[in-house]
């Protein structure tokens, strides 16, 4: 081992550049996505997922309802006025190994846990009805202050909601993501590979 005179270890230009490169690609996976919204990683990760052939799964286009449409030349057409209707399932769905997945997507800022008020009771009632028949239901959810992913069964979102007014709890605690969620870290490609989380929900 060589050191210099003060006794510091000399380390060769070649092992330090590729440190720093090694480095670079771990902080681009890990905070590459800081400020890209979860619905955008969700579209990249699903179009890859498409690519190869491993899942179908699309985001549900949000209902608009047209008030006042313009027509300034033939066949153009100018919606000059039109409102968001509320949406009345969940976010995204599709098939995954001849199974029927259905989840929604969340963001929040708090740290310790995530506002029921987030959710629907529409949205609610939609979970019920896909896990009748056998549907593979979930929530992603992104706590962007910790840059942590979980993916959490509508089994156990249902539960809370229901117990609100007997526990008066109106939030889903970080702790409760940990035990009965499948935390999913940040890759390249996929930017999400929720798969994996659906496999461990799957056998779970």
């Known amino acids: 081992m060589i050191k210099y005179p ?3 270890r000399y380390i060769p230009k070649q092992a330090v550049n590729r440190q720093l490169a090694v480095k670079k690609k771990h902080d681009e996976v890990l ?10 990683e ?4 699903n179009e890859y997922y498409r690519a190869t052939e491993q899942a179908v799964v699309y985001k549900k286009p949000t209902p608009v309802q047209i008030v006042k449409v313009d027509y300034p030349k033939r066949a153009k057409a100018v919606i000059k006025e039109a409102y968001f209707r509320q949406p009345s399932t969940t976010d995204y769905n599709g098939v995954y190994q001849g199974r029927y997945l259905d989840f929604e997507a969340k963001e929040t800022k708090n740290k310790k846990s995530f506002p029921l008020k987030n959710f629907h009771q529409h949205q609610i009632d939609h979970f019920s009805r896909c896990l009748l028949q056998q549907g593979i239901c979930f929530v992603i959810v992104k706590f962007v202050s910790l840059q942590r992913l ?3 069964p509508a089994t156990q979102l249902i539960i809370h909601w229901n117990e609100q007014e007997s526990t008066g709890h109106k939030s889903i605690a970080l702790a409760d993501f940990e035990k009965h969620g499948f935390e999913i870290d940040y890759a390249i490609q996929p930017t ?6 659906v496999d461990q929900l799957i056998m779970h």
Not at 31 to 40: I, K, Q, S, V
Not at 42 to 45: D, G, H, P, T
């Open 192 to 197: 999400i590979p929720y798969l994996k989380a």
């Open 31 to 40: 905070f590459g996505h800081r400020g890209m919204a979860l619905e955008d």
């Open 42 to 45: 969700l579209n990249a990760s």
């Open 6 to 8: 003060n006794g510091n």
């Open 150 to 152: 979980f993916l959490y």
